[in-house]
């Protein structure tokens, strides 16, 4: 039998921080191949090293049977300055590491959420190992430093369009979360051939499915969440500006009157600034807040609660983006109530699984969420789990991705 390949995967951030690729580099593992990742120090989501972890500390580990090394960058920070930083540095030291680093494998993965930069370390790496470079696409650039930044100078912009076309032009096949993201590389000012550009969804790991809401809601009181009879509406994962989560203290002063909770479990650069809006429209009350979780809590924290929510900062790029919550959520069978356009809301109507209003519109939220109150959110459930069994399923997707592994 011929041995299975060797994959490189190059992800300015894995594990100990917590993106889909740590679950996909151990289902590769599983499968037989072998995986070596080159990454950054662990800074993400807060910008602070990871306690264990520095410039001479735990470069090089072996997690999960797979084998890390980690490369210096900047931490992240609190500021834009610090992000920058964040970025060119992982980059230039990658770009070292690519012409230098001792590692041969027959494919460089490239797993690209923001930053794009993080990339050209893949493309080195594939270059002097001349071996086929893959890119999973998770962000948008330059539309996601437009968005996030609000820079838009030409100046900035048009060297970041020439990254990107460079990025592009050098992998052999890109993957892309959404048939938005799909659309909008393929019809980039400098086209990318659309028979290497495919879709191909996020899932979510094998941990989050349905836990029975009994047990869920003893188990969630120690979190803090009562087993009360109030509507509980539940937001996971990063809190950050992207996530519009600003609407909800807007929404809960507008729901003073309704028995309705909002549950926020994570961290992030906006926690803060949300605890602030919390305080300024006066509904402590209206609020649960959870620090930041290991993810094979979530499920029992979500069965704990009536409904998901999704939101995004009132910008076009978010209707383009399908968010790894949304199949976490569906996953677990979570009824989900969302303020969210595009590629989002197709899925909840599609499936069923729930309500969607417009983006940043409070007062509709409110609406939407008292309609929610209303449904039939077994009915909503059962559809959510449906949908991603038929879509997002593990399994069926990485054996997807076996065989374009395994094409060259």
């Not at 409904?307 to 790894?324: H, M, R, V």
């Amino acid at each position: 039998m011929k041995p299975k390949k060797h994959i490189l995967v190059v992800s300015q951030y894995f594990y100990p921080e917590t993106f889909r690729i740590n679950d996909m580099c151990q289902e590769w593992v599983k499968r037989g191949y072998k995986v070596t990742v080159v990454t950054g120090i662990p800074n993400y989501p807060m910008g602070k090293i990871f306690e264990g972890y520095g410039f001479t500390k735990k470069r090089h580990e072996i997690w999960n049977s797979i084998e890390i090394y980690r490369i210096p960058l900047i931490p992240r920070g609190s500021g834009a300055v610090g992000m920058i930083a964040n970025y060119l540095s992982f980059m230039i030291f990658g770009i070292i590491a690519g012409k230098t680093k001792r590692i041969n494998a027959d494919l460089v993965f490239s797993f690209e959420v923001s930053p794009m930069t993080q990339v050209v370390t893949g493309i080195s790496f594939a270059k002097r190992l001349h071996v086929p470079h893959y890119l999973y696409v998770q962000d948008l650039w330059p539309e996601n430093v437009i968005t996030v930044t609000g820079i838009n100078s030409p100046l900035v912009i048009k060297p970041i369009d020439r990254l990107v076309d460079y990025v592009y032009k050098n992998s052999n096949e890109i993957f892309a979360t959404s048939p938005s993201f799909v659309r909008a590389i393929c019809n980039r000012k400098s086209p990318v051939d659309e028979q290497k550009v495919h879709y191909w969804p996020q899932y979510a790991e094998e941990f989050y499915k349905p836990v029975e809401k009994t047990i869920a809601k003893r188990t969630a009181i120690s979190y803090g969440i009562a087993d009360d009879d109030s509507f509980k509406i539940i937001f996971t994962g990063n809190i950050g500006v992207a996530q519009g989560l600003q609407i909800l203290p807007q929404t809960a002063k507008i729901l003073k009157e309704e028995n309705v909770k909002f549950v926020i479990v994570g961290d992030g650069r906006y926690l803060e600034n949300l605890k602030v809006d919390i305080e300024k429209n006066n509904v402590q009350d209206k609020f649960v807040m959870i620090e930041r979780q290991k993810a094979e809590t979530i499920p029992v924290l979500l069965a704990a609660c009536e409904a998901a929510f999704i939101s995004f900062a009132g910008d076009e790029l978010w209707t383009k983006t399908i968010p790894a919550k949304l199949q976490s959520y569906m996953a677990c069978g979570m009824p989900v109530v969302a303020a969210a356009q595009g590629e989002t809301a197709r899925i909840i109507e599609e499936s069923g699984c729930g309500l969607y209003c417009r983006l940043g519109d409070a007062t509709q939220l409110s609406r939407t969420i008292v309609k929610m109150m209303r449904a039939d959110l077994t009915e909503m459930g059962k559809k959510s789990r449906k949908y991603f069994e038929n879509n997002f399923d593990k399994q069926v997707l990485m054996d997807e991705m076996d065989i374009w592994i395994n094409i060259f």
